[in-house]
């Protein structure tokens, strides 16, 4: 898909779910040197190295592209689960930290957890890079949008019109950006996402907001889904109030409109 369309998608999506933020294009690299030109480098446009979540609302919120390395990263978290630092054993190391935070009751519980977390191989893909999708100028791996529930329920019916799936949710509350960044990259496969702590303390994620996450190939069935999923009832974003009903009111109203012979 050429960037022109990327655009049109974003455009489309964007207008008929009327969601509040870009959805953003992610890539996962091999090398920083595939990073385009003007992408901004948090650790050197900003002289602060940053939380992975806070790049993915840098671009939803900003418009920018974002390019990151382990020398602009300094969530703990995500580095380990990006494979994005030095950990001989990152599982292991992952499951201390969710004891050391009193996430798991015990290491049992949290290597439990661990082993279920989408996760890259240390420096499999040393270089991630966001970007407003409309602004994308390279093809996506994964493609994510932040929206309400009611939102979210729409893409997840657009999904479903063609391949008639649902889509499943690995849900724990902490590192959440492995859920809707990677598993749809590895797993080719969408997911819905409750955006977990870090997303919420430092990447301005709003209480209302959830995760719908897709592979960049199926872009264009997801617009189609919302195009044609549920229309003969209309279904739609804004849902629609049904409005078609003849109202009650209490028993006192209702004795004042027989006086005055509205009843």
């Known amino acids: 898909m050429s960037s022109q369309n990327f655009s049109e998608a974003s455009e489309f999506i964007r207008n008929n779910l009327r969601l509040k933020t870009f959805p ?8 920083e040197k595939e990073f385009p030109e003007k992408t901004r480098r948090p650790a050197q446009a900003l002289g ?11 671009a939803r919120l900003y418009g920018w592209t974002v ?11 995500a580095a380990l689960a990006f494979g994005m630092s030095n950990a001989s054993d990152a599982a292991a190391s992952m499951a201390q930290l969710l004891c050391e935070g009193m996430y798991l009751k015990d290491t049992e519980a949290a290597r439990k957890e661990v082993a279920t977390i989408s996760k890259l191989d240390k420096a499999e893909y040393p270089a991630i890079l966001f970007a407003p999708l409309h602004r994308a100028s390279f093809d996506p791996d994964t493609i994510v949008f932040y929206g309400n529930p009611a939102q979210v329920m729409r893409m997840i019916q657009a999904w ?6 649902r889509i499943r949710g690995n849900f724990g509350g902490k590192i ?3 859920e809707y960044l990677i598993a749809p990259f590895k797993e080719k496969a969408p997911r819905v996402a409750v955006p977990g702590m870090g ?3 430092f990447s301005l994620t709003q209480d209302d907001e959830m995760v ?4 960049g190939p199926f872009l264009k069935d997801l617009m189609d889904g919302l195009r044609e999923a549920g229309k003969k009832v209309g279904a739609q974003y804004p849902v629609p109030m049904f409005l078609n009903f003849q109202p009650e009111f209490p028993p006192a ?3 004042i409109g027989k006086e005055i012979g509205l009843l």
């Open 24 to 31: 953003v294009a992610v890539k996962f690299l091999k090398d």
């Open 48 to 58: 602060k190295r940053i939380a992975l979540c806070q790049a993915v609302s840098m």
């Open 67 to 77: 390019g990151l390395t382990k020398d602009d990263l300094i969530c703990i978290p």
């Open 160 to 165: 479903s019109f063609h391949r008639g799936e």
């Open 176 to 178: 959440e950006c492995s």
């Open 199 to 201: 997303d919420r303390v």
């Open 212 to 215: 719908f996450a897709l592979p």
């Open 253 to 255: 109203f209702k004795a």
